[in-house]
């Protein structure tokens, strides 16, 4: 494979890894931690980790296009403004609460940060 192919492939299983985490989480937040479905999501979540390589996955992401992100939130904050404030909120709750934890955190999701700022810029129109 060539390395874009395999940047793909490993952002790929790394977003399904982070989708599966997340389900795991919702579970055990809902009481149906250690139930069939959830240990269903844990085995295949564990067979991806094997395949998954997250120095390509990291080397990827470290390549956003902040053109393209900032043009597609403008347009979702045109057309989608409810989905724009609903996601906004959260991944800004959820940077709060990682700051009151780990006052580090900042320099460890730089991305994370600087699509916020984005929004935040593209809210305040």
Request: overall charge neutral.
């Amino acid at each position: 494979m060539r390395m874009e192919l395999q940047e793909e492939y490993a952002c790929r299983v790394a977003r399904a890894i982070n989708l599966l985490n997340a389900t795991h989480m919702g579970y055990r937040g809902t009481g149906f931690g250690s139930t069939e479905m959830d240990n269903a999501v844990v085995n295949y979540r564990n067979s991806l980790q094997e395949v998954y390589n997250g120095h390509l996955a990291q080397r990827a992401d470290n390549n956003w296009d902040w053109d393209v992100i900032q043009f597609e939130l403008e347009a979702m904050w045109r057309n989608e403004r409810f989905w724009f404030t609903a996601i906004y909120s959260d991944l800004d709750k959820r940077r709060k609460t990682a700051f009151k934890r780990r006052p580090d955190a900042a320099q460890t999701r730089p991305e994370l940060h600087k699509f916020l700022d984005m929004m935040e810029g593209i809210n305040r129109w």
